[in-house]
């Protein structure tokens, strides 16, 4: 069976660990890829928001509604 991740949100690290922790109490897995500190360790600059957090295509439809609910609190 083939899993196919999809990026459904990118910011700084601290909102995509807040959304994170919202989807895992949906019971929604995530992964975190941060070009932030790959970037670091490979010697060259990213910018700040390059953290991207990455869900399985089969829960986007779950997982929208959190995501467009956490964009409404940190932007009020």
Request: proline share 0%; no cysteine.
């Amino acid at each position: 069976m083939k899993t196919e991740h999809i990026t459904i949100f990118s910011g700084s690290s601290i909102i995509v660990k807040g959304l994170q922790i919202r989807l895992e109490e949906s019971n929604i897995g995530s992964i975190i890829k941060d070009r932030v500190e790959s970037a670091r360790l490979g010697g060259f600059g990213e910018h700040r928001t390059a953290i991207e957090l990455l869900i399985l295509k089969s829960d986007i439809d779950r997982a929208k509604i959190i995501v467009d609910k956490y964009k409404e609190e940190i932007n009020s």
